[in-house]
């Protein structure tokens, strides 16, 4: 069965300070790994997928399939970076069903 | 050009009582999916559409829970006799299709308290 797993249900960082969100996942195969994010009173949206290899709002994920994780990292983080991250796990192939972690809530403080 | 769209926006009920929660996807979407969002549980995958196929209901928790979509478009989500513990905000997403590059786009949800 897959598993996602976000450790920390709270992180709390000063502005400008490096910020790391934890994900680990369990499954055997190649999955595809996806970071979603939910800013206040809006929609939960698609941050990044590791398949893109993309840097969105200053923030980057490198899967590493040797220790199964998915960790979210931004250098210098930003009073509007606060917001409900999740880290999801589909198991690749022409599988659909996105497994979530119970996502962090970052808050940035100025 | 709008996005997963669901209704009601917020719903209180008595327990017991039966509810209805829609959502309009993304036209042109052949994925729909309903999740729900707990306090400290995170997203909790309920029921998958895809097509003309067989919905994916391994997520459903209990026998008061169905769903169905007409037409390959609208979805209603319906919980009878409600109970306490179905308090949470359930949220739609749809996507283009299934794998790699269907990202899943999400409705703002429903917040369904039961009293």
């Known amino acids: 069965a897959q598993r996602v797993t976000q450790p920390e249900k709270l992180l709390s960082v000063f502005k400008g300070a490096p910020v790391e969100l934890k994900c680990n996942y369990s499954y055997s195969g190649s999955p595809e790994l996806f970071w979603y994010v939910q800013y206040s009173r809006q929609r939960l949206q698609l941050l990044l997928r590791h398949i893109s290899r993309e840097s969105i709002k200053g923030f980057t994920a490198d899967l590493n399939k040797g220790e199964t994780s998915f960790h979210l990292k931004k250098p210098f983080a930003q009073e509007e970076d606060s917001a409900m991250y999740y880290c999801?796990?589909?198991?690749?192939?022409?599988?659909?069903?996105?497994?979530f972690g119970k996502g962090t809530l970052l808050t940035v403080n100025p | 050009g709008a996005g997963v769209s669901q209704s009601p926006s917020n719903k209180v009920t008595e327990k017991g009582k039966d509810v209805e929660l829609r959502c309009d996807p993304i036209s042109g979407h052949t994925a729909l999916y309903w999740y729900r969002q707990s306090l400290g549980q995170g997203l909790e995958f309920l029921i998958y559409?895809?097509?003309?196929?067989?919905?994916?209901k391994s997520g459903l928790p209990s026998d008061r829970f169905s769903a169905e979509r007409t037409g390959g478009s609208v979805s209603t989500l319906t919980i009878q006799r409600t109970q306490q513990e179905d308090s949470a905000v359930y949220l739609c997403?749809?996507?283009?299709?299934?794998?790699?590059?269907?990202?899943?786009?999400f409705g703002n949800g429903t917040r369904l308290t039961v009293t």
């Open positions: 559409f895809q097509g003309n196929s067989a919905p994916d």
């Open positions: 997403a749809s996507s283009l299709g299934q794998g790699v590059g269907s990202p899943l786009h």
């Open positions: 999801a796990l589909r198991s690749g192939g022409s599988n659909y069903k996105l497994t």
